[in-house]
T-cell receptor
């Protein structure tokens, strides 16, 4: 158990819908990362927050947005969902948010868009 | 942009040694990390190299050559539980806050 929690574990929805994925970092970690992993693919970096501020952005679609709240939990919002958005979404946390830090990954949310 | 190349699959025998290579192309570079992911599980950190040379952690070692834009993960005394996917990841020069992952190498350990 990494100490990072993600909810829900599974999510099934229809095209065009909007969903929110939630992540709580390890106690003491200030940084949260979001990744997308499609079937048999690597992890695609989406976005990173540090202590409530957006710090780095990857190839995140405009239909996707995220935020980190004062209690350091983070939410990833996915809207106008398409079939291709079906994937495993991981949240990770680290202490400083520097890439050299070990990142601790949550169990992931499996999103299925029908 | 950044790109990383790893073999898609490697098979080895229990007790043997296996090397998983990673070559990268980035505009700037801070370091190379390795993560392990079992089927259905979350990635877990294995190692990080910022400088050239070999870093050893138990049965696992990781090597980096910055001049060759190349690294590898060496797994010794393979065990069945080592069957997993292994990802190299780079910290690109445009942001020390990002971690860009390769597409992963699936390691199958046979008895």
């Amino acid at each position: 158990d990494s100490g990072v929690t993600q909810t829900p574990k599974h999510l099934i929805t229809a095209t065009g819908q909007r969903v929110t994925l939630r992540c709580s970092p390890r106690s003491g970690d200030l940084s949260v990362y979001w990744y997308q992993q499609s079937l048999d693919q690597g992890l695609q970096f989406l976005i990173q927050y540090y202590n409530g501020e957006e710090r780095a952005k990857g190839n995140i679609l405009e239909r996707f947005s995220a935020q980190q709240f004062p209690d350091l939990h983070s939410e990833l919002n996915l809207s106008s969902l398409e079939l291709g958005d079906s994937a495993l979404y991981f949240c990770a946390s680290s202490a400083s948010g520097e890439g050299i830090d070990e990142q601790f990954f949550g169990p992931g949310t499996r999103l299925t868009v029908l | 942009g950044q790109s990383l190349e790893q073999p898609s699959e490697v098979t080895a025998v229990e007790g043997a040694i296996v090397q998983i290579n990673c070559t990268y192309q980035t505009s700037g570079f801070y370091g190379l990390s390795w993560y392990q992911q079992h089927d259905g599980g979350a990635p877990t950190f294995l190692s990080y190299n910022a400088l050239d040379g070999l870093e050893e952690t138990g049965r696992f070692s990781s090597f980096l050559s910055r001049s060759d834009s190349y690294g590898y993960l060496l797994l010794q005394e393979l065990q069945m539980k080592d069957s997993a996917s292994y990802f190299c990841a780079v910290i690109p020069g445009d942001s020390s806050y990002k971690l860009i992952f390769g597409s992963g190498t699936r390691l199958l350990v046979r008895p």
